[in-house]
């Protein structure tokens, strides 16, 4: 499985934000997205999440499923949660393993795995900024989805949680997955850098 | 089908819970009706006259003040980004999403209509045909002012644009609503006409309504 | 006891608990021998029969604005004392004066019901009776809409001290309303004329209606409490980490 992109224009508000770029990742491949604020790192990974139209360019996905597109087959990670915070923790993510639907796990399961087992049933807005991520986190891993959008994916974790990440991650590479992470720090994990913004 | 069921059922539950405000939506239409009379005066025979408009304004009002946090709220927390990037398709998420707003907002709405028909003085013919153009009225009020709550979000304000935006909108459906339960109480015309046209307005914009949001959202996220 | 002592959550558990018991079988036994002697009261030579829902109606009525007193006592503590239970007492007053200002409403239309025809006419009275139901559900809309208790409490104390306030200017404009619509009121009561065959039942019953008050309301407080103990068992649950 190869993700690529060529070429790739991005205007946001008026602003070219970056023009021509190119990147490609494969199987089992990070892709670090670096680069000073501004510079158009959480616009890349939306444009790849399709949540943004590029000005020009396209991104492209080679040997996944050819029915679906390719925000269908990515986990989109932002800065912001989508967390419920009226609902429990385990109706958050049960909701979204049958919204997002495919190849679904079980839901306990995966709390457990990133440390909320203890939380299950407590309403999610009980939950501290790092349990919140760790909760997002859970989401990646009780749907299955082979291109993971990381959007500065380790703040507001702790150590134990960024080692619990790691580990995360490199189950879904081992499983010929492909990451693209934003981020300011280290990943903790082998990766190839997309430097942003250098041309400015 | 799941991911539609979820999504209607984790809708409805958070307007329930401790937050929600499903409930609020009643209360400004009992506020509403009764301040109507404030300014109308006393008078139950004009009252009699008035009611159903009176109960279709505040019906429309009441609803369409809660649409203004239909897309908001999934928007502020993310959720938003990834109902538009998941496998059910956009158009019939919006439709599940308003589906879930009208049976959380739009049906405790019409539950009330009888307390406030008889603050009103309408008898039971009456208030049960305002209540039943409100059950078929309402979806349309719903499916059309999704529109303007898509609209909304993309442009990211809210409230009074909401407003201005969808109230034009829902004159058909004020119109032929009144028409309707006017006709039942006092004639002339025959209930029948402006209540098809009513069942009609409201099918039509269970099609169009989220075909129309979901194109707005879908371009309009960034 | 002070209410310093009372301050303490823990003690006022216990002090309630052994209360409780006491109050429940006072208001029961008075609210029987209450309704006994309204049904044993003779009917009125005008209003026949009708009027024995006066029994039950002007309890409930005085309750629905004494209730509205209890919450702005308690806003103040809230506000200017800081006591630890005001905000309790507030919030758990609430649904109970909603639920006797709604008694009131129901009873008052049943009772206008023979006189004027309809269940509803907008007398004076029970116009305002209506709109300090609106702003006790608004109250209750307000706790319901903040999930942390001890914020909800700031706003709702202040939003029934302006109550408190703009109840009296509310009556008025509603009586300069009402009598420059209808200048012949509709229903007049007896007034302090009132024959002690009515007067003793009446009394018995408000007493019986307020002890039921205090009952309900102690109550709720110790629900309200128990409710927040669970909700800070359940944040420190959430913020210890799995073993």
């Known amino acids: 499985m190869r993700l690529s992109g060529r070429q790739i224009d991005c205007i946001r508000g008026g602003r070219g934000v970056f023009s ?5 990742a494969s199987s089992g491949e990070v892709l670090a997205v670096v680069g000073p604020n501004g510079s158009g790192k959480t616009s890349l990974l939306r444009l790849i999440a399709g949540l943004l139209v590029p000005a020009g ?8 499923e050819a029915e679906l597109t390719l925000p269908e087959q990515s986990h989109y990670l932002g800065h912001r949660d989508a967390l ?10 049960s909701f979204w393993r049958d919204f997002l639907g495919g190849k679904v796990g079980d839901v306990s399961q995966c709390l457990t795995a990133v440390g909320l087992g203890h939380a299950t049933h407590l309403p999610a807005a009980y939950l501290s900024a790092g349990q919140r991520r760790r909760l997002s986190i859970a989401r990646l891993l ?27 991650m490199r189950d879904h590479l081992a499983g010929g997955g492909i990451i693209i992470a934003a981020t300011h720090a280290p990943l903790g994990i082998g990766a190839r850098e997309l430097r942003m913004g250098g041309g400015k | 089908m799941t991911a539609l069921a979820a999504l209607i059922r984790r809708d409805i539950k958070i307007a329930l819970r401790v937050g929600g405000g499903a409930l609020i939506g009643v209360l400004f239409f009992l506020t509403v009706t009764v301040l109507m009379p404030f300014a109308i005066g006393p008078d139950l025979a004009l ?21 203004d946090r239909l897309f ?18 956009l ?3 919006c439709a599940a999403k308003a589906l879930a707003h009208w049976l959380a907002a739009g049906v405790p709405l019409i539950v009330a209509t009888p307390a406030l028909g008889l603050l009103l003085n309408l008898d039971a013919a ?21 529109i303007g709550a898509a609209l909304a979000v993309t442009l990211h304000r809210g409230g009074l644009l909401l407003a201005v935006l969808v109230l034009p909108l829902s004159i058909p459906v004020l119109i032929f609503g009144v028409a309707a339960s006017q006709a039942a109480i006092s004639g002339p015309l025959s209930f029948g006409t402006p209540f098809s046209i009513l069942c009609a307005l409201s099918l039509v914009s269970l099609v169009v309504g989220p075909f129309a949001a979901a194109a707005s959202l879908r371009h309009g996220l960034d | 006891m002070t209410l310093i002592d009372l301050a303490n959550p823990t003690k006022f558990l216990s002090l309630t608990a052994r209360v409780l018991p006491w109050l429940a079988g006072a208001t029961a036994i008075l609210l029987l021998v209450g309704f006994y002697q309204a049904a044993m009261a003779p009917d009125d030579y005008q209003q026949g029969a009708t009027v024995k829902i006066m029994f039950v109606h002007v309890p409930n009525a005085w309750l629905a604005m004494f209730v509205w007193g209890v919450m702005s006592l308690a806003a103040l503590g809230t506000l200017v004392w800081r006591h630890p239970l005001a905000d309790v007492a507030a919030k758990a007053a609430a649904p109970i004066g909603a639920a006797f200002t709604f008694l009131a409403l129901v009873t008052g239309s049943l009772w206008g019901r023979p006189m004027w025809g309809t269940y509803w006419e907008w007398d004076a009275r029970l116009t305002s009776v209506l709109i300090l139901f609106l702003m006790y559900l608004g109250l209750m809309a307000l706790w319901r809409a903040v999930d942390d208790p001890s914020r909800a409490a700031r706003a709702a104390a202040v939003l029934t001290l302006v109550g408190a306030i703009n109840l009296p200017i509310i009556k008025f404009s509603v009586d300069w309303w009402n009598t420059l619509h209808q200048p012949a009121a509709v229903l007049r009561m007896g007034g302090p004329s009132l024959d002690k065959a009515f007067l003793i039942p009446l009394l018995v019953m408000a007493v019986g209606f307020s002890l039921l008050f205090v009952t309900l309301h102690l109550a709720a407080m110790r629900n309200e409490i128990l409710r927040r103990r669970v909700r800070s068992l359940q944040m420190m649950q959430a913020s210890q980490q799995a073993a």
């Open chain 1, 20 to 24: 021509g770029l190119d990147f490609e």
């Open chain 1, 57 to 64: 360019g396209s991104v492209v996905l080679e040997g996944g």
């Open chain 1, 84 to 93: 419920k915070p009226a609902l429990s923790v385990h109706e958050n993510l």
């Open chain 1, 142 to 168: 009780v749907v299955r989805r082979p291109v993971w959008l990381l959007d500065e994916p380790t703040s507001a974790l702790d150590t134990a949680g960024q080692d619990l990440f790691v580990g995360i």
């Open chain 2, 47 to 67: 009252l009699t006259r008035l009611g159903p408009a009176i109960l279709w304004l505040g019906a429309l009002l009441a609803s369409l003040l809660m649409l």
């Open chain 2, 72 to 89: 908001t709220a999934d928007h502020e927390d993310g959720s938003l980004d990834l109902i538009v990037m998941g496998r059910a398709p």
């Open chain 2, 91 to 93: 158009e019939l998420a």
């Open chain 2, 126 to 146: 009456a208030t049960s045909a305002v209540a039943l153009t409100l059950l078929v009225g309402t979806p349309a009020l719903t499916f059309t002012g999704m």
